[in-house]
């Protein structure tokens, strides 16, 4: 898994505005030529947008599905059009958003949950049909310690608060950056 340089961070953001201010002018996106290898490997990704610091769509990738400019391309057009949270993205909206992406690393099992470490990493539950996700951000933006944290990641996946205590959990690391 390769490091993301300054130039593939800019050229990333470049490709979320540029795909999400296409769709809203009903055009095709123009977007910019670099030939960084690492954009080619799959990579799990989320897009966030915010709007005024607050939050107005988020989708993404846990798994390595895509290439990491076209997975970042897909979810930031899922995150502005998709979410089920929010109704699409107008283009008044527009301008006020900003963009944060996180690239993630490959998920790691752990045993205890004392392996998770809040506003390190990512954490990841399955339980039979159930699952849910939090990024690395999530419990310090949210001010959780770990227990409140894996108490919300199960009410997220459809499962009481102690839900967490016999499922499966991964944990990984996300590289964050926004423009």
Same mark, same amino acid.
């Given at each position: 898994?390769?490091?993301?340089?300054?130039?593939? &961070?800019?050229?990333?953001?470049?490709?979320? *505005?540029? !795909?999400?201010?296409?769709? %809203?002018?009903? *055009?095709?996106?123009?977007?910019?030529? $670099?030939?960084? /290898?690492?954009?080619?490997?799959? *990579? +799990?990704?989320?897009?966030?947008?915010? &709007?005024? +610091?607050?939050? *107005? +769509?988020?989708?993404? #990738?846990?798994? /390595?599905?895509? /290439? %990491?400019?076209?997975? =970042?391309?897909?979810?930031? %057009?899922?995150?502005? @059009?998709?979410?089920?949270?929010?109704?699409?993205? !107008?283009?008044?909206?527009? /301008?006020?958003?900003?963009?944060?992406?996180?690239?993630?690393?490959?998920?790691?099992?752990?045993?205890? !949950?004392?392996?998770?470490? =809040? +506003? =390190?990493?990512?954490? #990841?539950?399955?339980?039979?049909? #159930?699952?849910?996700?939090?990024?690395?951000?999530?419990?310090?933006?949210?001010?959780?310690?770990?227990?409140?944290?894996?108490? #919300?990641?199960?009410?997220?996946?459809?499962?009481?608060?102690?839900?967490?205590?016999?499922?499966? $959990?991964?944990? @990984?690391?996300?590289?964050?950056?926004?423009?």
């Amino acid at each position: 898994m390769s490091e993301l340089t300054q130039e593939d &961070k800019q050229f990333l953001l470049k490709i979320a *505005r540029e !795909s999400i201010q296409a769709k %809203l002018e009903n *055009r095709e996106p123009r977007l910019p030529e $670099l030939h960084s /290898p690492v954009l080619k490997e799959k *990579r +799990g990704v989320f897009v966030t947008l915010k &709007k005024e +610091g607050e939050l *107005r +769509g988020c989708i993404g #990738y846990i798994f /390595p599905l895509a /290439p %990491l400019k076209d997975a =970042v391309q897909r979810m930031a %057009l899922a995150s502005a @059009f998709e979410d089920p949270r929010f109704p699409p993205l !107008s283009r008044e909206e527009f /301008p006020q958003i900003t963009i944060e992406i996180s690239v993630l690393s490959p998920l790691r099992r752990i045993k205890t !949950s004392q392996e998770f470490k =809040v +506003g =390190v990493h990512g954490i #990841y539950l399955e339980k039979g049909a #159930y699952s849910a996700v939090f990024l690395p951000q999530v419990a310090p933006e949210q001010g959780w310690d770990r227990k409140t944290t894996l108490e #919300y990641l199960s009410l997220k996946a459809g499962l009481p608060p102690h839900g967490w205590k016999d499922a499966q $959990l991964s944990v @990984f690391t996300a590289e964050v950056f926004e423009e």
